[in-house]
């Protein structure tokens, strides 16, 4: 059983930066491909990132790649996202996932393990 904790969520100015953090506990991480899912009311959850367990391999939803990086530490036991350039549309609870494969799945249904999510709020 995996534990997941986000952190680093908060509210900004458009056009600012933040880097999410998700620790596990419960199992080592090396043996997940984890994600990033975010929602925001009244809109159903969207695939922000994605990265395999060795880290190779990732991908990133449309409307997030080119500004937002994925990234793991299998030595922490923890999965980052560094957001930048970040627009109200950002706007979302962001939710930390994992699951054991060798893909980098992009549908929510895919994955086992969820955090309890981190609001991050940014305005104009």
């Known amino acids: 059983q995996v534990q997941l904790v986000e952190s680093g969520g908060g509210s900004v100015q458009a056009g600012a930066s933040l880097r999410l953090s998700c620790a596990a506990s419960?199992?080592?991480?090396?043996?997940?491909?984890m994600g990033w899912f975010r929602q925001a009311p009244g809109k159903e959850r969207e695939f922000v990132a994605g990265?395999?367990?060795?880290?190779?391999?990732?991908s990133y939803g449309t409307s997030v790649k080119g500004r937002f990086t994925i990234s793991r530490d299998n030595a922490k036991n923890t999965v980052y996202l560094q957001m930048n350039s970040l627009n109200p549309e950002d706007t979302a609870v962001y939710y930390c996932?994992?699951?054991?494969?060798?893909?980098?799945?992009?549908?929510?249904?895919?994955?086992?393990?969820w955090g309890q999510g981190t609001q991050v709020t940014v305005s104009l």
């Open positions: 990265i395999s367990w060795s880290g190779r391999s990732t």
């Open positions: 419960g199992a080592p991480l090396s043996n997940y491909a």
């Open positions: 996932t994992a699951d054991r494969t060798v893909a980098v799945p992009t549908r929510s249904g895919a994955y086992d393990y």
